[in-house]
């Protein structure tokens, strides 16, 4: 438990993103551990998400817990493969410093980070969870730390790919790859949000019966928020 | 893996074996490259249905447009370069064009899991078409980058390799254009039984297109 702390510790820390590794494209992350660190930090925030439907006194409730801690780590880990294929081709094609691997790397660590403030979250998720009855309560709060532990992992890579693609050296190519980099971070949160949808149920809706996932072809995350939005205003 | 022995990060590149410049192109890499990476985004592309006979006719005939549209437009490209007095350099350019066909394969097949995923999120024909006419223009924007990268070079010693540049991609949408038309269908309407090509699959696209356009 201690190394794993230590080794999140480190990367937040930016130990393992310094300045003149990155300049030279390189990007020395222990990339085994970083993948066990990040499913285990998932698993944590995904159990603190499904306990509230865990702890609505149904049968066989505690399948809402397995199910949201297995397929948290899994939405990160999908997303990646979706959209890691076309940012690696393109960055490239635009000359990027950054081999396969250590573009791999820089993008498993941003998210590494997102869990890591993820699952410093879950406590706050668990007292949430046993003080309120209100689904639609859990929801929002649950969207709005995704979304700032979201923000945070961005600004980690936002800060990385400026480092890897300075101002100064080779004007052209570096605006070209920054802003090949900059869609990519764009991309990650539209692909991140359906993902989820399609994932979905991670909170659990009392009134519905427990599923691994939803038909989420009816509908999508962007019309499910506007919806939910225009309600609100009526 | 395979993509390093196809060097495909030496493809994107402009490196190594897949340097700009002329000598002889790797053509067993390349054409390899070109029907993996085609096959692979043709099988994602076709199974929008979930129909395994659909997924693998366009996993056949995805790398196949690719190819067959390359072929006719290649006589075309070799005279024009040799009436223009390229023909010094059109072992470069053949090079460059090999290398862009290549690109255009790994492009699509980076974007399958785009196409896979979005899949996932609709079950509406129409937004699968539109998802596909934009994926194909993605990977084309690739395909010009690899192209312009080999051109760069060819331009900088004669100007008129512009014509060239400009006449391949020209000639190629328009044959490509038709060729689709006859392949179809790539993705497969639900609505309508598995074919390999349709039955009235021998017309004209851009005829059709001009009556479609008067029927307005």
């Not at chain 2, 897949?18 to 985004?41: D, E, F, N, S, W």
């Amino acid at each position: 438990m201690g190394r794993w702390l230590k080794e999140l510790d480190q990367l937040l820390r930016g130990e393992h993103t310094r300045r003149d590794d990155l300049q030279a494209g390189r990007v020395g992350l222990p990339a085994r551990r970083l993948a066990v660190l990040a499913a285990g930090l998932g698993l944590v925030y995904g159990a603190s998400m499904g306990l509230f439907a865990a702890t609505g006194g149904r049968e066989q409730a505690w399948r809402h817990l397995v199910a949201s801690a297995a397929k948290l780590p899994l939405l990160f880990a999908l997303t990646l493969l979706v959209t890691f294929p076309s940012l690696y081709v393109f960055a490239a094609l635009a000359n990027s410093r950054l081999r396969v691997r250590e573009t791999l790397r820089l993008l498993a660590a941003a998210i590494t980070v997102m869990l890591g403030v993820l699952a410093s979250f879950a406590p706050v998720t668990v007292f949430f969870t046993l003080s309120t009855d209100s689904y639609r309560f859990m929801l929002f709060l649950n969207v709005v730390f995704c979304g700032l532990a979201g923000l945070v992992g961005l600004g980690f890579l936002y800060r990385a790919v400026n480092l890897v693609f300075p101002d100064e050296a080779g004007a052209e190519e570096g605006r070209r790859a920054r802003r090949i980099f900059r869609v990519w971070l764009l991309i990650f949160g539209v692909v991140g949000a359906q993902m989820a949808w399609i994932l979905k149920p991670f909170v659990g809706n009392p009134q519905l019966p427990f599923a691994w996932v939803r038909d989420s072809r009816v509908s999508n995350f962007f019309e499910f928020v506007l919806r939910a939005l225009a309600d609100n205003w009526r | 893996m395979i993509a390093p022995r196809l060097d495909v990060e030496g493809l994107l590149r402009g490196e190594g074996l897949h340097r700009v410049g002329g000598g002889r192109p790797p053509l067993g890499r390349l054409a390899l490259t070109l029907a993996l990476g085609g096959a692979l985004y043709g099988a994602v592309m076709g199974a929008f249905g979930l129909n395994a006979e659909q997924a693998l006719d366009s996993a056949i005939k995805v790398p196949l447009l690719v190819v067959v549209a390359s072929l006719v437009c290649l006589p075309n490209f070799w005279v024009l370069n040799l009436v223009l007095g390229l023909g010094p350099d059109f072992a470069a350019a053949w090079r460059g064009l090999l290398s862009a066909q290549a690109t255009l394969a790994v492009a699509l097949a980076s974007l399958a899991p785009v196409t896979a995923f979005a899949y996932a999120s609709t079950d509406s024909y129409e937004s699968a078409k539109l998802l596909n006419f934009a994926v194909f223009g993605v990977a084309t924007l690739a395909a010009q980058r690899t192209l312009a990268r080999h051109y760069r070079p060819l331009l900088a010693r004669d100007r008129r390799h512009a014509i060239a540049l400009l006449a391949w991609p020209t000639l190629y949408f328009f044959v490509a254009g038709q060729l689709a038309y006859v392949l179809r269908p790539f993705i497969g309407n639900p609505k309508f039984p598995t074919v390999f090509l349709r039955e009235h699959w021998w017309g004209n696209v851009y005829v059709d297109l001009w009556w479609a356009v008067r029927g307005l």
